[in-house]
């Protein structure tokens, strides 16, 4: 996979590549994993196969003019414009053609689009950038985000196996059950794209849309958001993990018993105070996780679309306010509502890194009891 | 308009006369003046998107974030896509429209000369508006040039206020141009030349006129229904305000769709002008050529939604875009058939206007092919939105439109300057644009079935190889079109002198006027045989 190596190729080698499926480079759409990408790979390969005959038919034709009919051969021109039997001929062909292509096409379709009698819902929630997921009927919901770390990105470092492909936790679904997803998004259209289960489904904020599948093979599977969603649509991976029913269960059960407990920490850190050290601590990282990609890792945003925090009133002097802005988002911009993303000892130290970081020399701490506060001073 | 042309004919010199230096091109109405100017237009706006296509190909030759900033990168691929659509493909079609047209069927101008002047004058300042709006803090447009809300309403900058303007302007400037170009084949055809008698680029023409007054007010709606939706409270496309966001794609996609046609149809029109002439035989089935064209224009209306498979819509309504769309490759293929009816058992010469037209039937016909492919619902949700479909629009549009435009740039060439151009350079010109730009659009098909989504600044490593393949073709098309402009400038100052036929094989009015064309033709109407 080196750069000399695809120098080399020359477009016959490539064009020759395409037909031999060569399995070393993806060159081709992938089968995929379920019953449906199968049938959605096979579709393509028949119109892909039908194409190229057309056009060996009409491109042999034209080149075989090309190299006989030509002037320096002598020939003379016939003047023939006109034939009603050839017009209707090439007309009627082609219809017969797209009949057939047709009809297994619209089968596919029916089949891809029937969402009824699933064993597990997800609903999934596209917000920039990066996926929610819910599993209805269980008290089991998380994010999933981007794991790449930035330094591979800027080229610090070298890059993973999984560059830009990669979360830090995965959407688990049991193999030989019907899932469905429900999709939809909190801010901008995004798109759930799998290829290996041939779901791509756009998520519409306000409208709640469906697609399915059925995984047999347990395994690791590879997505991205299909949609512009901003300036970080390129960096909101999917991940799929397919385990069997039984780990797939005991997978459930770990999940819920892991944010239950996470839900009773937040009521005992109400009682604590963290000191500076472990709020700028925690802070940074939750800042470099979700703030950094908008107010960006010096705090200075980008002028005209994401406002700056270094030297901003509000992180300088309004604390309810900044604690206000973080739990509940700023509608009519990109700002989002932090509460369910973040916990409260997260919210509390990315607030006090905020004030505290480049320059924001305020001193002051910002703990969980501060956050509850003014979550519950809000009513609900 | 025919009382103030009836009696110059005794003195030639009379009529030739013009304002010098700036103000002719300033205050001019006369249609090869202007036709001039869209077509510079369109060279010099096509040299700028494609220079922030290089930026793209910079920055994608590599995984990882080497030039630009992401923000920046969106910024490039939503200015490039704009700038070549309403600045480089449209205003050379309406140049080669205002110098060609008249010409064509007899007319002494366009039939609206001073709306002419308007709608060519007002097209510098939307782009510069729109270019202008790259510099404001955040930067220009950056949700694609197709501006999805709500990430071109409550999530874009505040150069949005700029790109809606600009586009008015864009979309007010391509009405006037398409409602001259009706007016001048309705009323001002010489005596003689009936409809069926209408070269076909004048009919191509006449169908993409009736596209754009259709669907560029449709443009016009929703780009205002984002500026309200941004700026004064409504939500149009907002689903917290009782709205939809996926209304904005029908809206835009029912303009977008005939857009797309309005690319394409004077390309057909242009390359069924050449075939014949270098084959020197008549257009194989013109009746049907005509019919093909308009089927393809009616259809464009009920195909929009296959832009938006994956939007979520009832299996009723895919599989009913689906037939339409598949419906498209008839009479696209009849086209296609004539042409190639056309060349078999001509006496085929293969000058540059000739080998460009060539290589447009050909490359189109691969792009069309992938359309078709991409109708196929199903198979659609693995390809929307990666690179197969920008494979697929590049093959459509730049070895299809931007082809069939260089194509007629050759052939018309020395009728306009009166010299022929180098035809050695041509063929240079030619073979580099040719092998390059099938280098960097050809392996977008594998990086595009592959699974790599279009518009991202940074890519996953199996995409690597191909890309840097990709950006070096990029970087040598790019180059290849400096040939041109070489060829351009060579064949404005001087050459071998060109007759008033050019080519052996060429009919029709146009050459039958002496090279360089007159100022004014066609005072008196020609005598149609």
Known sequence: MTKTRSLRWSLPSLLLAATANATDMPLNMTKGVTEISQQVYDLHMTIFWICCAIGAVVFGIMFWSIVRHRKARGVQPAQFHESTKVEILWTAIPVIILIIMAIPATKTLIAMEDTTEADVTV??????????????????????????????????????????????????????????????????????????????????????????????????????????????????????????????????????????????????????????????????????????????????????????????????????????IVLNGQAGTAMQAYAKQLSLKEIAAVITYERNAWGNNTGELVQAADVHAVMQGKGD | MSAAVTDHEHDHEHHDHKPSGIKR??????????????????????????????????????????????????????????????????????????????????????????????????????????????????????????????????????????????????????????????????????????????????????????????????????????????????????????????????????????????????????????????????????????????????????????????????VAGALFFMYCTMLIAVPTGVKVFNWVATMWRGAMTFEVPMMFALAFIVLFTIGGFSGLMLAITPADFQYHDTYFVVAHFHYVLVTGAVFSIIAGAYYWLPKWTGFMYDEKLGQWHFWCSLISVNLLFFPMHFVGLAGMPRRIPDYALQFADFNAFISIGGFLFGASQLIFVWVLVKCARGGEKATAQVWEGAEGLEWEVPSPAPYHTFETPPVIK
């Open chain 2, 25 to 314: 091109w300033f205050y001019t109405t006369n249609h090869k003046d202007i036709g001039s100017m869209y077509l510079i237009f369109a060279l010099v706006m096509f040299f700028i998107g494609g220079a922030m296509a290089m930026v793209i190909r910079a920055e994608l030759f590599q995984p990882g974030m080497q030039f630009v900033e992401p923000n920046f990168f969106n910024q490039m691929t939503t200015v490039h896509g704009l700038i070549m659509v309403f600045g480089a493909v449209m205003p050379a079609f309406t140049g080669l429209a205002n110098w060609m047209i008249p010409m064509m069927i007899g007319a002494p101008d366009m039939a609206l000369p001073r709306m002419n002047n308007w709608s060519f004058w007002i097209l510098p300042f939307a782009f510069l508006i729109l270019l202008m709006s790259l510099f404001m803090p955040g930067g220009g447009p950056s949700f694609g040039w197709t501006f999805y809300a709500p990430l071109s309403t409550t999530y874009s900058g505040d150069s949005t206020a700029l790109f809606v303007f600009s586009v008015h302007i864009m979309g007010i400037s391509s009405i006037m141009g398409a409602i001259n170009v009706i007016v001048t084949i309705f009323n001002l055809r010489a005596p003689g030349m009936t409809w069926m008698k209408m070269p076909l680029f004048v009919w191509t023409w006449l169908i993409t006129a009736f596209l754009l007054i259709m669907v560029m007010p449709v443009l016009a709606g929703v780009v205002t229904m984002v500026l309200t939706d941004k700026y004064f409270a409504t939500s149009f496309f907002d689903a917290a305000g009782g709205g939809d966001p996926v209304l904005f794609q029908h809206i835009f996609w029912f303009f977008g769709h005939p857009e797309v046609y309005i690319m394409i149809l004077p390309a057909f029109g242009i390359v069924s002008s050449i075939v014949p002439t270098f084959a020197r035989k008549p257009l194989f089935g013109y009746a049907s050529m005509v019919y093909a064209t308009s089927s393809i224009a009616l259809l464009s209306f009920l195909v929009w939604a296959h832009h938006m498979f994956t939007t979520g819509m009832p």
């Open chain 1, 123 to 324: 609903l999934v929630t596209g917000s920039q950038w990066k996926w929610h997921y819910k599993y209805l009927n269980h008290d089991v919901e998380f994010y999933s985000l981007l794991a790449t770390p930035r330094e591979q990105i800027i080229n610090k470092f070298a890059k993973g196996e999984n560059y830009l492909l990669e979360v830090d936790r995965p959407l688990v679904i049991p193999t030989g059950k019907k899932v469905r997803f429900l999709m939809t998004s909190d801010d901008v259209i995004h798109s759930w794209w799998v290829p290996a289960f041939a779901v791509k489904k756009d998520a519409n904020p306000g409208f709640i849309n469906e697609a399915w599948t059925k995984v047999e093979q347990p395994g690791i599977y590879r997505g991205q958001c299909a949609e512009l969603c901003g300036k970080d649509h390129g960096y909101m991976p999917i991940v799929v993990v397919a385990k069997a029913p039984a780990d797939y269960d005991a997978w459930l059960n770990g999940e819920a018993e892991r944010i239950a407990k996470a839900k009773a920490e937040e009521q005992e850190l109400l009682s604590m105070n963290m000191s500076m050290e472990e709020l700028m601590s925690v802070g940074e990282r939750t800042y470099t996780a979700y703030c950094a990609a908008c107010h960006q890792p010096n705090g200075e945003g980008l002028p005209g679309i994401f406002p700056a925090l270094k030297g901003s009133a509000m992180a300088l002097n309004d604390i309810p306010g900044h604690i206000n």
